[in-house]
């Protein structure tokens, strides 16, 4: 018999029922040590005492009104993130999949006020996730995404990271638009040097299309910026963001320049939910703790402490692991036994931790994380290699 939850999920024998900071709770009293952040989600850890306020204040005031009306969090909000980055407007959502929606359609839509309605295509990237509505798996192309689900939302072409030359011979007068997450997570932590993003749009500006760039996972001060684009000091036209952005509360947003929005008028696009009074106070409250030079610097600090410890360990565990790859605290280990064995292991040792392609696990922290906690994450990996290590 179906479950009552419709069973689209492998899921884990565990069900945590509290969370402090880095730690997971268990309904039998276990800690885990969560590196996986809810995938990246937990930007500010578990029960973060600002977005505890901000949430349970702004709950007992006013929870939702639509957008029919002036919404003062959307709007300090979208004033926020206007200031922090290269966009000069905001729209919310409720998640990274309706981000990408929305970029689609704020691409397609730019061309066809711009008399070039032919300009449709969508430049992506083999690895990519950008969600699971149609556009958000038609985006990504993979077989195991978009098998049996019908005809997809045709416009997108799909090549692979590091050819520069395919790129450059795939941009016709069809295309509106490059979308490339700047560090794949599903994809297995793969970041994009900075070259290949300049080189992105450089094109992008010689051909006069459009730069959309996937912040949902490496987004939100993830890799110490508070945008991942920023390391390749260029920047995109339009911006996909969700997961961090909420810490915890279901929140995306579409971040765009004045030009590439320009075809958004009132009644094109909207959302019953997307910007609510609740998400954004929790949204503000994120930014308040991100989005500043001091806290960005300290991610930036341990991401190199993290990341010099597990390459520590991968030399001590060649047969387990084979490199340490990502960007800041967005790190992916190479496995070189099952990445599910890791990720399996982890939860006997009370450690969180993410499987994405490639055979990789995926490190997520809260930004939060402690120096002492990273140290005792490496303690626990290294005792998963060596229950893992092959006889
Ligand atoms: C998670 C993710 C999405 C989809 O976000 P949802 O909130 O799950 O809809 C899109 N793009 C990237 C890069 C992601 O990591």
């Known amino acids: 018999m179906i479950p009552s939850v419709l069973p689209t999920y492998n899921r884990a024998p565990l069900t945590f029922v509290k969370g402090e900071g880095t730690w997971l709770i268990e309904a039998d009293g276990r800690r885990f040590l969560d590196l996986g952040a809810?995938?990246?989600?937990?930007?500010?850890?578990?029960?973060?005492?600002?977005?505890?306020?901000?949430?349970?204040?702004?709950?007992?005031?006013?929870?939702?009104?639509?957008?029919?009306?002036?919404?003062?969090?959307?709007?300090?909000?979208?004033?926020?993130?206007?200031?922090?980055?290269?966009?000069?407007?905001?729209?919310?959502?409720?998640?990274?999949?309706?981000?990408?929606?929305?970029?689609?359609?704020?691409?397609?839509?730019?061309?066809?006020?711009?008399?070039?309605?032919?300009?449709?295509e969508i430049i992506a990237f083999n690895g990519a996730f950008h969600g699971r509505s149609s556009a958000g798996i038609a985006a990504a192309g993979s077989e195991k995404m978009t098998k049996g689900f019908g005809p997809m939302l045709p416009g997108f072409v799909h090549l692979d990271l590091g050819d520069s030359a395919a790129l450059e011979a795939a941009i016709t007068d069809k295309t509106a638009a490059i979308m490339v997450?700047?560090?794949?997570?599903?994809?297995?932590?793969?970041?994009?040097?900075?070259?290949?993003?300049?080189?992105?749009?450089?094109?992008?500006?010689?051909?006069?299309?459009?730069?959309?760039?996937?912040?949902?996972?490496?987004?939100?001060?993830?890799?110490?910026?508070?945008?991942?684009?920023?390391?390749?000091?260029?920047?995109?036209?339009?911006?996909?963001?969700?997961k961090g952005i909420g810490g915890g509360f279901p929140l995306g947003a579409v971040l765009a320049t004045e030009?590439?929005?320009?075809?958004?008028?009132?009644?094109?696009?909207?959302?019953?939910?997307?910007?609510?009074?609740?998400?954004?106070?929790?949204?503000?409250?994120?930014?308040?703790?991100?989005?500043?030079?001091?806290?960005?610097?300290?991610?930036?600090?341990?991401a190199g402490l993290l990341r010099q410890r597990l390459e520590g360990l991968v030399a001590e565990h060649p047969e387990v692991f084979e490199e340490v790859r990502g960007a800041g605290l967005m790190l992916g280990l190479k496995c070189k036994v099952a990445n599910a064995d890791v990720v399996t292991s982890g939860y006997a040792h009370e450690l969180i931790t993410v499987p994405a392609a490639d055979n990789v696990i995926r490190l997520l922290p809260p930004l939060t994380i402690s120096d002492d906690e990273i140290a005792e994450a490496v303690t626990r990996l290294d005792a998963i290699a060596r229950d893992l290590t092959p006889a």
């Open 38 to 120: 809810g995938i990246a989600v937990n930007a500010l850890g578990h029960a973060h005492p600002t977005l505890v306020k901000a949430l349970t204040d702004q709950a007992q005031a006013l929870w939702h009104t639509s957008n029919l009306y002036h919404i003062p969090q959307q709007e300090a909000l979208a004033d926020r993130l206007v200031a922090e980055t290269f966009a000069d407007t905001a729209f919310f959502c409720n998640s990274g999949t309706e981000a990408c929606e929305l970029a689609v359609k704020m691409a397609r839509k730019y061309f066809y006020e711009a008399g070039q309605p032919e300009r449709v």
């Open 259 to 302: 030009k590439a929005a320009s075809g958004m008028t009132a009644g094109t696009h909207g959302s019953t939910y997307g910007g609510n009074p609740l998400g954004c106070a929790v949204g503000c409250a994120v930014l308040d703790v991100v989005a500043d030079a001091a806290f960005l610097a300290e991610v930036s600090r341990k």
């Open 181 to 242: 997450e700047p560090v794949q997570g599903e994809g297995g932590i793969r970041a994009v040097p900075d070259a290949e993003l300049q080189q992105m749009r450089a094109l992008c500006d010689a051909h006069g299309i459009l730069l959309i760039c996937d912040e949902v996972q490496c987004g939100v001060g993830r890799t110490g910026r508070l945008f991942a684009h920023e390391w390749a000091g260029i920047s995109p036209d339009i911006m996909m963001v969700a």
